[in-house]
């Protein structure tokens, strides 16, 4: 439950609002979680009024707070939802578009509801751009990939956002684009091995189209990168990726709140 007037350390309610799943916790001042996390399916169809109720339900029973930040899977600009793929579908990532939720969705004030929801103020950014927050190292280029429901990136110079990049809806190698390509999805399609060869061959695309100083992989599915596959075909690009795991988001909530050009 929110609570504005609590006197000390300010305690932040962390979301990650995701294709498959909307997840929740509280954080202390240095980022430590207060509480478990809480987590429910995400249900479609999802107009952005059904997400905000979703979203207050689940954090109902999570300890007292003073802010709110929120990762979303789409572009997020001032607290403005430009696009929203998986919640404009009828049975979620990958199924029918329908118009009418393209339109609900079509500039909606995330910010602004969840504000005004829970009673405290909020800050909302894409999910990748808040996983990156919490892994970057602030040492020179470095590129963030999410793998979880799609594929989620962006790219940090020197600690701050230098550009969010929507390389989930841009064409992939082959065919598709990189949601289709290296999603969920495609995973479960083709099994884990077959998987990883799209992932290594995505590795070296986006490296020579950004060549960073590091790539720091995250996201549900960061577990089932082969990075011995990765070494086996250019050693020299094994050693500029990290697998960081999803504990990212966590701390990026926190430094939502601190950096410039995220929410």
């Not at 007037?5 to 980022?31: E, Y």
């Amino acid at each position: 439950m929110p609570d504005a007037t609590t006197v000390g350390p300010v305690k932040t309610l962390v979301i990650d609002i995701g294709g498959s799943g909307l997840k929740a916790t509280v954080l202390d001042a240095q980022g430590e979680p207060v509480h478990e996390r809480v987590r429910v399916d995400t249900t479609y169809p999802c107009p952005p009024e059904k997400l905000v109720a979703d979203l207050v339900r689940l954090v109902d029973a999570l300890p007292p707070y003073q802010r709110v930040s929120a990762g979303f899977p789409g572009v997020v600009r001032e607290g403005l939802v430009l696009t929203a793929p998986h919640f404009v579908t009828l049975h979620g990532p990958g199924s029918t578009v329908d118009d009418s939720l393209v339109k609900s969705w079509e500039r909606f004030d995330l910010r602004g509801a969840l504000s005004a929801a829970l009673g405290v103020p909020a800050r909302v950014a894409n999910d990748a751009d808040v996983q990156g927050a919490g892994v970057v190292t602030g040492r020179g280029l470095e590129l963030v990939l999410t793998l979880g429901t799609g594929l989620g990136s962006c790219v940090f110079r020197d600690g701050a956002l230098a550009l969010h990049l929507e390389l989930a809806h841009h064409p992939a190698i082959k065919r598709g684009t990189y949601n289709d390509y290296v999603g969920d999805r495609a995973r479960k399609k083709l099994g884990v091995k077959h998987w990883n060869r799209r992932v290594v061959k995505t590795l070296i695309a986006v490296d020579a189209l950004i060549f960073p100083d590091a790539i720091l992989v995250g996201g549900g599915n960061a577990r089932r990168v082969d990075v011995a596959k990765l070494q086996k075909r250019r050693p020299d690009l094994a050693g500029k990726v990290t697998l960081v795991g999803n504990a990212g988001g966590l701390l990026g909530g926190i430094r939502l709140w601190e950096l410039q050009g995220l929410d």
